[in-house]
């Protein structure tokens, strides 16, 4: 099945700075790849998505790049607020949603 | 619109005891699934149904877990007997079965504690 590895565990970054969350897969026939926020005590939520026939995709502050032929993606969150502390979660879907173990972003002030 | 509601919220028990969790999905959404998300992991696919129908219960320890959907819109988890290492957080999510987007909409989850 399709295992998904997510890097760093845990990243602390100064307000205003830009947060980097690498992931990796494993299935080629993943075609969709989300990315979830998850506050205290509360389910994931999705912030951005990106299909595999588009290689870079920007909401405002976030944006997500794939890179199909290395099975890798990336998050990036620029000009950090303290309101992004949060574990954030990539996952990947071949046939169901796969996750990795997620990042505990911390956002100092 | 209302999203995905679960209940209770909390719940402890003690090893080998029984334990049920309700699902009330987003509604419209055929497509309901069951995740298990242990203390620092990633949420783990327990069960897919799509309307009452189950699509994927390959991760389901079938043994003591059971999943249903009987009007294909709540949905019940249940465990019978718990384990400790059935301590969890059990999130329920829903999907829309038409058009382009496979976005889950995830509920709050049920924290479960086996002591």
């Known amino acids: 099945g399709e295992n998904v590895e997510q890097h760093p565990s845990t990243l602390s970054v100064q307000e205003g700075d830009s947060a980097v969350i690498k992931c990796t897969y494993s299935?080629?026939?993943?075609?969709?790849f989300p990315w979830y926020k998850q506050e205290l005590g509360k389910g994931p939520q999705l912030i951005i998505d990106i299909r595999s026939n588009v290689g870079e995709k920007k909401d405002q502050r976030i944006a997500v790049t794939l890179n199909k032929t290395a099975k890798h993606f990336s998050l990036h969150i620029t000009e950090t607020q303290p309101e992004d502390s949060a574990v954030y979660f990539c996952a990947a879907r071949a046939y169901k949603l796969s996750f990795g173990a997620g990042t505990t972003v911390t956002v100092r002030a | 619109e209302a999203g995905v509601a679960q209940s209770p919220r909390y719940k402890i028990i003690e090893k080998r005891q029984s334990v049920a969790f309700w699902c009330n999905p987003i509604s419209g959404h055929a497509t309901l699934y069951w995740y298990q998300q242990i203390l620092g992991q990633g949420p783990k696919l327990l069960i897919q149904f799509q309307n009452n129908g189950v699509v994927d219960d390959s991760q389901l320890p079938k043994d003591r877990f059971s999943a249903e959907r009987l009007k294909g819109v709540d949905s019940t988890l249940k465990i019978q007997p718990a384990k400790l290492e059935d301590s969890a957080v059990y999130l329920c999510?829903?999907?829309?079965?038409?058009?382009?987007?496979?976005?889950?909409?995830f509920g709050p989850g049920t924290r479960l504690t086996v002591t």
């Open positions: 999510a829903s999907r829309q079965l038409e058009g382009p987007s496979y976005e889950q909409y």
């Open positions: 299935d080629s026939a993943s075609n969709y």
